[in-house]
């Protein structure tokens, strides 16, 4: 049985232009495969761990194997849970806005959660980083309200689809596809645009 994972970065709910074009992938995802448990994580709705002293400590002490004090303990072990479940899933779909030309600052506090030696990754001297998430596939909905492509850089740069591509390869899911939607809300065409993103969504839910 196939379980995908809907996670979503976005917070502004039914108003969500990345959320909507989820939801078109998801209504053919579900007609294409009727078994297949999906979930959806909210991360604006989550507690995730705090990543802070404590963590960052417990993390450093896993590593080189140096006991965790009880409070390190419990911080490593909440990280350890956010992992396990993220990682429960062999599909992913997520919902990634553009802010400030990045990730909305709650994707990154989760990425820096999950992504941990020995369970992400792995490295070497040698090598250097090898993904351990291989034989997984995602889905990325990247939308923008002002910067597009071949824009000059006074209406912004993509840097979030950038960062979010490359910490996928890093991860190890190299299956990736893109649903893109960049509104530019001067464009009179951008009605246009996103009935073409909706089609390319749903296109895309029912063959992946």
Same mark, same amino acid.
């Given at each position: 049985?196939?379980?995908?994972?809907?996670?979503?970065?976005?917070?502004?709910?039914e108003?969500?232009?990345?959320?909507?074009?989820?939801?078109?992938?998801?209504?053919?995802?579900?007609?294409?495969?009727?078994d297949?448990?999906?979930?959806?994580?909210?991360?604006?709705?989550?507690?995730?761990?705090?990543?802070?002293?404590?963590?960052?400590?417990?993390?450093?002490?896993?590593?080189?194997?140096?006991?965790?004090?009880?409070?390190? $303990?419990?911080?490593?072990?909440r /990280? %350890?849970?956010? +992992?396990?479940?993220?990682?429960s899933?062999?599909?992913? &779909? #997520?919902?990634?806005?553009?802010? $400030?030309?990045?990730?909305?600052? /709650? %994707?990154k506090? +989760?990425?820096?959660?999950?992504?941990?030696?020995?369970? &992400? #990754?792995?490295?070497?001297?040698?090598?250097?980083?090898?993904?351990?998430?291989?034989?997984?596939?995602?889905?990325?909905?990247?939308?923008?309200?002002?910067?597009?492509?071949?824009?000059?850089?006074?209406f912004?740069?993509?840097?979030?689809?950038?960062?979010?591509?490359?910490?996928?390869?890093?991860?190890?899911?190299?299956?990736?596809?893109?649903?893109?939607?960049?509104?530019?809300?001067?464009?009179?065409?951008?009605?246009?645009?996103?009935?073409?993103?909706?089609?390319?969504?749903?296109?895309?839910?029912?063959?992946?």
């Open positions: 049985m196939t379980r995908l994972l809907h996670v979503s970065a976005s917070p502004r709910g108003q969500s232009e990345s959320i909507a074009l989820a939801g078109s992938f998801l209504s053919t995802y579900r007609e294409a495969h009727p297949a448990v999906i979930d959806e994580w909210n991360l604006w709705e989550t507690d995730l761990p705090d990543m802070g002293p404590a963590a960052a400590q417990a993390k450093m002490n896993a590593l080189t194997g140096t006991p965790l004090t009880d409070a390190q $303990n419990t911080s490593w072990n /990280v %350890l849970d956010t +992992f396990r479940r993220f990682d899933y062999e599909h992913y &779909l #997520f919902s990634v806005p553009m802010w $400030n030309h990045g990730l909305p600052y /709650v %994707l506090h +989760f990425i820096d959660v999950i992504s941990q030696n020995g369970l &992400l #990754f792995a490295i070497d001297q040698q090598t250097g980083y090898r993904g351990l998430l291989a034989g997984k596939k995602a889905a990325v909905v990247y939308t923008a309200a002002v910067y597009h492509p071949g824009s000059p850089d006074e912004g740069v993509d840097f979030h689809a950038m960062y979010f591509d490359y910490w996928l390869r890093f991860a190890g899911i190299t299956d990736v596809a893109r649903i893109t939607f960049h509104a530019n809300m001067f464009d009179d065409n951008a009605g246009a645009f996103r009935e073409q993103s909706h089609r390319a969504a749903a296109i895309l839910g029912k063959g992946f």
